[in-house]
């Protein structure tokens, strides 16, 4: 059994959610005359790769201590939604559907393709990453309740819509270009399609359900779109932790990481090791010389 890691790397470049405290690193010793080096870390729980947990928004809900292993271990599918959505998008359940088999009780991985935004990248571009992702309405959170979804991770800044949370009032000029995004492709502007009664829904709506989620996956995702595998997550052992950063691994067979790895040398790799961009695109490009 191997492991693929689907972590972004941790750094003091790493952006947390918008007005979320960073991380902040320093020295307290060094080796001379300590013999030793320690740091000090400071952040907040929302930073780089991280689990929301059910008091994050659910008052009498599980602290992330509280989540055992049967639950943050578990078969699931990691789907590719890259080619059907663009800036501002709306997923539906009917395209993940079509795309791979969801079982009851899955880990559900999305693919949105935006951590190709992310600080690591090359093409990185914090404000398409955490205000312009793509995101679900309500009929995607009700499927989940449905599908019984053990929890769900997002590639981008937050598994709801950016445009219906706080930072469609923070960013005006993109709450724009979303408005009108909107009214083009659904005929209707975003008071409309996220009125108030559906704020936030992917925490408001399933955190009282037991469905949390990951955001801020990205590592060697690219290796794995529309695949199943089994999905690991690995939070701190918090108690009265809301949330908390964690390391989301999925495992393969030795066999299947083997054929992993041959893609993987095809592909171009971030400064950290990971595949850079879309994996797709450098195979066909591959395929072309």
């Keep these: ?48 790769t991280h689990l929301d947990g059910e008091i994050h928004f ?28 663009t800036d501002y998008d709306i997923y539906t359940s009917k395209q993940v559907e079509e795309r791979v088999e969801v079982r009851e009780g899955d880990i559900l991985v999305i693919h949105t393709g935006y951590h190709h935004y992310g600080w690591d ?12 992702h793509p995101g679900p309405d309500r009929e995607f959170a009700e499927w989940a309740k449905k599908k019984k979804l053990r929890w769900i991770a997002v590639d981008c800044g937050s598994a709801d819509h950016p445009m219906n949370t706080i930072i469609r009032n923070w960013m005006p000029r993109q709450a724009k270009e979303a408005e009108a995004f909107f009214q083009k492709k659904f005929g209707k502007g975003l008071e409309e399609v996220f009125s108030d009664d559906k704020y ?17 996956v990205g590592g060697d995702i690219d290796l794995l779109l ?17 949330s908390s950063i964690a390391r989301i691994v999925a495992f393969v ?23 850079a961009g879309s994996l797709n695109e450098w195979l066909h490009e591959e395929a072309r010389r």
């Design 226 to 242: 529309n695949q199943r595998v089994t999905i690991g997550c690995f939070p701190w052992k918090f108690v009265d932790g809301e």
């Design 58 to 85: 659910y008052t009498p809900g599980k602290d992330i201590a509280s989540l055992d292993m049967d639950y943050l271990v578990h078969d699931g599918v990691i789907v590719d939604l890259s080619d059907c959505t």
């Design 200 to 216: 936030q829904l992917m925490h408001l709506e399933l955190f009282n359900h037991g469905i949390v989620h990951a955001e801020c």
């Design 253 to 275: 067979d030795d066999e299947r990481y083997e054929a992993l790895m041959e893609k993987k040398k095809k592909a171009k790799l971030t400064k950290y090791g990971d595949v």
């Design 1 to 48: 059994m191997k492991v693929i890691d689907l972590t972004i790397p941790l750094g003091i470049g790493t952006p947390p959610w918008p007005t979320y405290e960073p991380l902040e690193v320093k020295y307290f010793k060094r080796l001379a005359p300590n013999g030793a080096n320690g740091q000090l870390v400071t952040h907040s729980n929302h930073v780089g």
């Design 121 to 132: 990248q090359p093409t990185a571009d914090e404000i398409s990453y955490m205000v312009k």
